[in-house]
Every structure is written in C-alpha cells, then in structure tokens.
C-alpha cells in the first residue's frame, strides 16, 4: 500500500497550499519539489559554476532520490513532473492526485499570483488531460474554503483505497 502522495495542480501555489495542510492534517512530510532543487542547486550556483549537463545530471539525481521518500506529500509545478518523464518515477511510490481546477478558477488564481503563469491558461486542455491520464485519482477542486476542499480530497483517497479499513482511512477520518 503506497502510503505517499504527489499533488498535481495547474496552480504551483495552490497546490502547496493545500498540499501543506493535507500533509499537516495526514501526518505526512511536506516536500515542494520546487523549493529542493532550488535549495540544493541553484543556491550553490551549480549552474554557473558546472555547467548545463552537470546541473542537469544533479537535478535528476535529487529527483529520483525524492521519488524514494516514504510517509511524504510533494508537490511542485507540473512542468517538473512531466519532465524527463518524472512522473513515472513517482508513479512507482506515490498515489497521484490532481486538484483539477475550472479553467476561470485558475485564471483567479493566476491573477492573485505575483508571477503568473498565462502558459497554464493557454495550454489548460492539454496540461488538465495529460493530468488526468497520470493521475490515480483527480478531485475537482474550486476556490472555496480550503476545509472543505480537504473535507473533498480526503473522501476521496478513502474511497479510492476501498473505504473504512486500513492506513488511508485512519489518517483521513482522524482528523
């Protein structure tokens, strides 16, 4: 039983949110995909100072070592999971959860956000299918109260694990 989660979102700050709050609530550890490979490689200048292929290498070596995290929540922009086909790797530990969002609640969110991403509201069909065809499980999600949004995610994944028994259950409804 796969007892980590990765969450896709449209929306890299959405997700983080409400993935730190689902991981919080879960008891899992909260990993930002992002904010790793920032911290281990463009804060060393590795860039700079290696060279594209050495920090390419170094990025997929943390990667693949995130991907063997256990009782862990990471999330991160869509453009990291589908990159060298990231996904896979993950899919092998993790459940995949897409918050999928309506196409006018994302541009909201894209308007809130300081750096806004307008690729994700070009590319909307393709990135929301490709989601969905990775994803174990795809909650639609909006932009009302985050509680009810986690009261949302969490009926899910026990639905998704067959219900009242064992691990998921436990962790869902104790909270």
């Not at 919080?24 to 995909?33: G, H, I, M, R, T």
């Amino acid at each position: 039983m796969k007892n980590n989660l990765v969450i896709l979102c449209l929306n890299k700050n959405y997700s983080k949110s409400i993935g730190k709050q689902l991981a919080y609530s879960l008891e899992l550890f909260f990993v930002d995909l992002n904010d790793i490979l920032e911290y281990n490689l463009i804060n060393n200048n590795m860039l700079q100072n290696s060279g594209l292929e050495y920090y390419q290498k170094e990025r997929q070596k943390a990667i693949r070592g995130i991907t063997t995290y256990e009782n862990s929540l990471v999330c991160g922009s869509i453009d990291l999971f589908f990159e060298n086909d990231n996904i896979v790797k993950f899919k092998q530990n993790f459940v995949i959860l897409y918050l999928q969002l309506k196409k006018d609640d994302l541009q909201k969110l894209n308007a809130q956000d300081s750096l806004q991403n307008s690729k994700n509201l070009i590319a909307f069909e393709q990135e929301d299918v490709a989601c969905q065809s990775v994803a174990n499980l795809t909650v639609k999600v909006g932009l009302q109260n985050s509680k009810d949004n986690l009261k949302l995610i969490k009926n899910a994944l026990i639905s998704y694990f067959g219900g009242k028994n064992g691990y998921w259950w436990k962790m869902c409804k104790r909270t």
